[in-house]
């Protein structure tokens, strides 16, 4: 279990005032919608009356959806899944209540940040509807293998904009390897990298998904090269195909 180094941050956003947004995927480019239409916005409730967060996922099947743990450790009501079909134009697809959150065992620590072990900060979210795929929605394949350091691969989410639009942003990249060497996450490091909102969000090369968005430096500047981290996936299928075929009667 890694402590996370205080200048790094785990990449939630509430609803903030524009002055308030850290940028997106610095670097990057407005997302090409017909590549990533598996990539969903949560919009996360919860139980008492907070802001709402959102986080970004993929889609697996038509009931699954794979983020980030740490967006839907605390006390969830229910999530609306979104996508954005024009421009500025978003569309409820799903929604998913809170005993349909499956989070890997290793992350949920009393329901808190503390000891967070981020190496496995994935969630399955089960829709209470299938989702109904269309020519702007598909679900993606998780990879079987980890990703090679040294090979490109797509950050992709739906995190706030520091140009104050709402459009999804992606940014291509390269696999490095981590600043912690006993880490076994999947890293990225150039001015290429996810921020707030952007959790939960993929990691893709040659078409499927290698890695869950999970962490990133602090930066303001978009133009210093900064550490991007992200949960190995590969390293999960088991988890992931047995909480699945587990729950997958109504």
């Not at 967060?53 to 038509?62: N, R």
Request: with cysteine.
């Amino acid at each position: 279990m890694h402590i996370v180094p205080f200048f790094c941050i785990f990449l939630l956003i509430h609803s903030l005032s524009a002055s308030d947004l850290y940028p997106r995927v610095y670097g990057g480019n407005n997302l090409r919608l017909e590549a990533h239409k598996y990539l969903v916005k949560l919009r996360i409730n919860f139980q008492q009356n907070y802001k709402k967060l959102s986080c970004s996922g993929s889609i697996l099947s038509e009931r699954w959806i794979i983020s980030a743990a740490h967006c839907v450790i605390h006390n969830v009501r229910n999530v609306e899944v979104e996508q954005l079909r024009h421009y500025l134009v978003f569309k409820t697809i799903a929604f998913v209540k809170e005993n349909n959150i499956f989070v890997y065992p290793n992350t949920k620590d009393e329901k808190t940040l503390n000891n967070f072990s981020i190496e496995h900060d994935l969630a399955l979210l089960k829709t209470t509807n299938c989702i109904n795929f269309d020519r702007f929605t598909k679900p993606i394949q998780l990879a079987d293998k980890r990703v090679r350091i040294g090979q490109t691969a797509v950050i992709a989410g739906y995190g706030e904009s520091e140009y104050q639009t709402s459009l999804p942003k992606e940014g291509f990249n390269v696999v490095t390897k981590c600043l912690d060497p006993d880490t076994n996450l999947i890293c990225t490091k150039s001015r290429v990298r996810a921020g707030p909102g952007d959790s939960g969000g993929a990691l893709v090369s040659k078409g499927r998904l290698v890695g869950v968005t999970n962490l990133s430096c602090k930066y303001y500047k978009y133009y210093v090269p900064c550490e991007t981290a992200y949960v190995d996936v590969s390293r999960h299928m088991d988890w992931i195909k047995k909480t699945i075929q587990n729950n997958s009667n109504e």
